[in-house]
């Protein structure tokens, strides 16, 4: 539990950290661009190749996977619909800046933290196919939503796919994977470098991104869309425990993945989608100490 509470007073502090610096003037918004550059191009893929070569296939895998696929196209679907008043910018930064979840960084420390590491499969297939989404999947979906109505090709999917690095960099990897070929050792030792940098960068590039001065009406917004996003998990949670038929720790696992804090990435793809609010940063945030609290709250109910 130490362990666990030491790693997430840690990541606040690096939010903490970015957030001063901005309001310093060391830091200007406008950093975050550069920051989230290097995340998405360079940290993000170097964490993803470690993460990937550790998956074994087998028969028991497509519970997760389509669990993992199908929350998020659920929280692509109620972030479009509640911001379907708004305009077309707004209603495709609701959907990708709800929809996510954030497994490597947070759920996976929790769960190695408290249970054997057969606990960990249910949860790296969840979060295989969650990658897919939230590396390129949801933004896609959002960018042809954003084209006003002209048709959409297979072209467009694919190149807005694989115009994402970290997606084609998971396709690749997980592709090797699967055929059994496992990326060097050397390689791998290479990439960790700047794959052990990716949560402190992401952290400290939502620092520079949230915005705490905020109208009334600016946090009434945030805080309903966070208490929609619990909710929804909730009753998902509540259906993959009692309704699911699988193993229990397969359930149990699942519950703790649909409380994950929302993917870190969701705010940079609101950028590239016309955002100029930090509403999904200051979201973002929010939910990584309200998850949290959630989360530690499952691991101890499931651990005991």
Do not use: H
């Not at 497994?103 to 420390?109: E, Q, R, S």
């Not at 390689?187 to 905020?214: E, H």
């Not at 009753?235 to 699942?254: C, E, K």
């Amino acid at each position: 539990m130490g362990n666990i509470m030491v790693r997430a007073i840690g990541f606040i502090s690096i939010i903490a950290l970015g957030y001063f610096l901005k309001i310093k003037g060391a830091l200007k918004k406008e950093d975050a661009k550069v920051l989230s550059t290097i995340v998405m191009n360079v940290t993000l893929p170097c964490a993803l190749l470690s993460s990937v070569s550790a998956i074994k296939l087998g028969s028991s895998i497509f519970i997760p996977l389509a669990l993992g696929l199908f929350m998020n196209l659920v929280m692509d679907s109620i972030g479009y619909w509640e911001s379907r008043n708004k305009g077309m910018i707004a209603k495709t930064v609701g959907l990708v800046q709800i929809s996510g979840y954030n497994i490597g960084t947070f759920t996976l420390p929790f769960v190695q933290a408290f249970f054997p590491a057969s606990y960990l499969v249910p949860v790296i297939l969840f979060d295989t196919s969650n990658a897919l989404m939230v590396l390129g999947g949801n933004f896609t979906i959002a960018a042809n939503l954003n084209r006003n109505k002209e048709a959409m090709t297979i072209g467009d999917i694919i190149r807005n796919l694989f115009g994402s690095v970290p997606f084609a960099v998971y396709i690749l990897a997980f592709t090797l994977a699967a055929i059994g070929i496992q990326i060097p050792s050397s390689v791998l030792s290479i990439t960790s470098i700047a794959g052990n940098a990716n949560p402190f960068m992401a952290m400290f590039m939502l620092g520079i991104m949230i915005d705490f001065k905020l109208e009334r009406q600016d946090i009434f917004d945030l805080f309903r869309l966070l208490a929609l996003r619990i909710f929804v998990s909730g009753f998902a949670a509540l259906v993959f425990y009692f309704v699911l038929p699988a193993p229990l720790i397969v359930r149990q696992m699942l519950v703790i993945c649909v409380f994950s804090p929302i993917s870190v990435v969701a705010p940079v793809y609101a950028m590239r989608l016309g955002s100029k609010s930090s509403q999904p940063a200051n979201l973002n945030s929010l939910s990584i100490l309200t998850n949290l609290i959630i989360m530690t709250i499952l691991v101890l109910i499931f651990a005991s």
